[in-house]
């Protein structure tokens, strides 16, 4: 991804369509500087074969909202960024209903940004996981 600056929650989910995200259901609620907000709604398609919600889903959830808001963080000049760890502990899990995810930023350095974000069931509120992802952050070669 370049480094394009803030977007509007409604700007990123023009982004979405014909991706990963889109393909998940993954809707950006809110966006500032530091903070976003997403949720998807879970169906039989987002879950495991033992009929809870799939790791990968709720992963794809935090990361992407992780990697959203990075954009809004980058440095000028920067050209982009990319994932190089992420780490999660599930909590509990889902089988309907909707899940929200808030990614907040811990660190925005000139090399690599830091991100948090709690994975969390609509309805009850309880937590499903903790995400932290560390973000490098790509520079035009020349």
């Known amino acids: 991804m370049a480094a394009t600056g803030f977007h509007t929650a409604d700007q990123l989910n023009d982004l979405l369509p014909g991706t990963l995200p889109g393909m998940l259901g993954l809707v950006v609620d809110s ?33 992407t909202a992780c990697g959203l808001a990075t954009r809004a963080l980058l440095p000028e000049g920067s050209a982009g960024f990319t994932t190089i760890e992420l780490k999660s502990n599930f909590l509990g899990t889902a089988r309907d209903g909707r899940i929200t995810t808030v990614a907040t930023n811990v660190h925005a350095g000139r090399t690599t940004q830091v991100w948090d974000a709690v994975v969390r069931a609509a309805g009850s509120g309880k937590t499903i996981a903790l995400f932290r992802c560390t973000q490098s952050v790509l520079w035009p070669r020349g």
């Open 31 to 63: 966006h500032e500087p530091g903070r976003l907000e997403a949720h998807l709604d879970v169906r039989p398609e987002v879950l495991a074969p033992n009929g809870y919600l799939h790791a990968a889903t709720v992963i794809g959830l935090a990361d």
